[in-house]
């Protein structure tokens, strides 16, 4: 795809400072860029990249103001990483594909939209329903009466257990698993585990983005539910009946043990661990490899450590705990004077 400098502008209501009809087909960072590229200065640590860029179009703020000349055409915008999502999807977007492979298998009752694309090695189950322009690809498995909605992406070697509910506009990455069993076991008198059937499912809402790896296990009885907007890092660990809030965002390697409620907007950083059965409050934000033993019922509220402190009060406490070593000393000297 090509595309002039001043329908970027049009698309991403910016204005273009330079030639207006120099063309882009791909999109690249600012010091690696060449010419017939496109690329973006967000951060002012790459400012000077902007000088000796080689890109034939550099997406700036409408109140930037370079310090040297430019060779590149500008394009000035109100919100660049705003701008930049809506070009990457511009430029990464591919054809959508409909039909069903006649090397996939598809189970009875299941009604497939025609609009929408099943790739080969692909296993449906029964009574399963797929919404317009929705993409399936290769070696995907779906079992019995999964509803998958519109618009939905789901890469090669996605597993949906039976009777979970996949939203508009979602996608899951390769080797995403929903719906797979909760850990529940009850321990009997001899010291065994009896294993508790888990019944329930999971429903994803719409606008839901899920990463490689990363498993959301059903409920026991009742349902997981993941809503609207929560994105998902690779390798995160949801289990049963747990509850995300719209718009929450969590990082890689993090796990959320079982009915754990997490309020909307949250921003919960990588390798961080969440007991279960507790709430964790609208716009909480939770630093990397912290551990949440407890509910927090503030709003707007950040989080630090194991067992996580208040973000202030975890970093005073550490201020202090860099200084015991030097404390341990002083103490020991005043004690050999006075003796």
């Known amino acids: ?70 060779s590149a055409t500008l394009v000035r915008v109100d919100d660049v990483y705003q701008s930049v999502s809506i070009l990457l999807k511009q430029f990464g977007d591919q054809e959508a ?23 080969h090695f692909t296993v449906i189950g029964n009574g399963v329903k797929i919404g317009t322009g929705s993409q399936i690809h290769s070696q995907v498995s779906i079992g019995d009466n999964v509803t998958i909605g519109n618009n939905v ?7 949906i257990y039976k009777d979970c509910i996949i939203g508009d506009n979602t996608i899951l990455h390769s080797n ?28 994803l809402e719409e606008d839901v ?29 949801i289990a049963h009946n747990v509850e995300i809030g719209a718009h929450t965002v969590i990082a890689a390697q993090t796990g959320v043990a079982g009915s754990a409620k997490l309020g909307e907007k949250c921003v919960i950083g990588g390798q961080v ?7 964790i409050a609208n716009g909480t934000k939770i630093q990397a490899q912290s551990g949440i033993n407890k ?22 406490s550490y201020s202090i705990f860099r200084k015991l070593p030097k404390m341990q000393e002083r103490v020991q000297n005043l004690e050999k004077k006075q003796s």
């Open 1 to 70: 795809m090509q595309i002039s400098a001043k329908k970027l502008a049009d698309l991403l209501g910016g204005l273009v400072e330079g030639d207006s009809e120099v063309l882009v087909s791909t999109a690249s960072k600012i010091e690696e860029a060449e010419s017939g590229s496109i690329a973006f200065l967000a951060n002012p640590k790459y400012e000077a990249f902007a000088y000796s860029t080689k890109a034939s179009v550099l997406l700036v703020t409408k109140d930037f103001k370079p310090k040297e000349d430019i």
């Open 97 to 119: 594909k409909s039909g069903v492979s006649d090397q996939a298998i598809v189970g009875q009752g299941t009604i497939i939209d025609p609009s929408a694309f099943v790739d």
């Open 153 to 159: 992406l789901l890469y090669p070697g996605v597993r």
């Open 176 to 203: 995403v698993i929903i719906g797979s069993d909760g850990f529940g076991f009850a321990p009997a008198e001899d010291g065994s585990y009896k294993k508790i059937p888990q019944i329930g499912n999971v429903i």
């Open 209 to 237: 983005e899920i990463g490689a790896n990363t498993t959301v296990d059903r409920g026991t009885m009742g349902s997981t539910i993941i809503r609207k907007g929560v994105k998902l890092d690779n390798l995160v660990m």
């Open 273 to 279: 661990g969440i007991v279960g059965h507790i709430q």
């Open 295 to 316: 509910s927090i019922k503030e709003e707007g509220t950040s989080w630090y450590g194991s067992p996580a402190l208040n973000y202030r009060d975890y970093l005073k």
